[in-house]
Structure formats: structure tokens, C-alpha cells
């Protein structure tokens, strides 16, 4: 909840389009955390992409990053490029 609130409230965060699920609480308990469903493929779906919407993909990935490392001091998870999934169709 905490970093979907950060990345919620950090404009540019917002209007580079990245979406943190939801958190369905009823259903999590000590052990699994539920999130909802959110669309999108690996990010390596986007080497397909033109080279300025990747250069931009890359650019709003590392901003987030720097973001969680140096000025939250607080990151959702280990800084894998895997752990990003990226909907074609935003």
C-alpha cells in the first residue's frame, strides 16, 4: 500500500504510467499477500517498440528506481527488470 500511495502520488510516476495492483486484503493473510490482476508482459516485449518509446520506457524504469534507492530509501522489490511487466497497450 505504501509504494502504490508513493507512485500514486508522484506526478511524473503517474503520467509515465506506471500501476502498482491493488492489494485485496480480505483475502491475505501472515503468509500471501493477494494483489488484483494487472495486464502486461515482460519488459523484454518492448524491444519490438520503436527506439524513443523504449529510450522513454528505460528513462521512467531508471527514474522510479533512483526515486525508490536514494530519496524513499524504500524499494517495492530487488531492482530486476524482470519484475516490471509493460502493457502495449498504454
Not at 26 to 48: A, F, P
Not at 60 to 72: C, H, K, N, P
Not at 74 to 79: I, K, L
Amino acid at each position: 500500500k505504501r509504494f502504490r500511495s508513493r507512485i500514486s502520488s508522484d506526478a511524473g510516476l503517474v503520467a509515465d504510467r506506471f500501476r502498482v495492483p491493488e492489494v485485496i486484503e480480505d483475502l491475505c493473510t501472515d503468509k500471501i499477500l493477494v494483489t488484483e490482476y494487472v495486464h502486461g508482459g515482460t519488459i523484454d516485449k518492448v524491444v519490438d517498440l520503436d527506439a524513443s518509446e523504449r529510450n522513454r520506457i528505460g528513462r521512467a524504469i531508471l527514474r522510479l528506481t533512483m526515486l525508490e534507492l536514494f530519496v524513499w530509501r524504500f524499494m517495492q522489490t530487488d531492482p530486476n527488470w524482470g519484475n516490471f511487466l509493460y502493457d502495449v497497450r498504454t
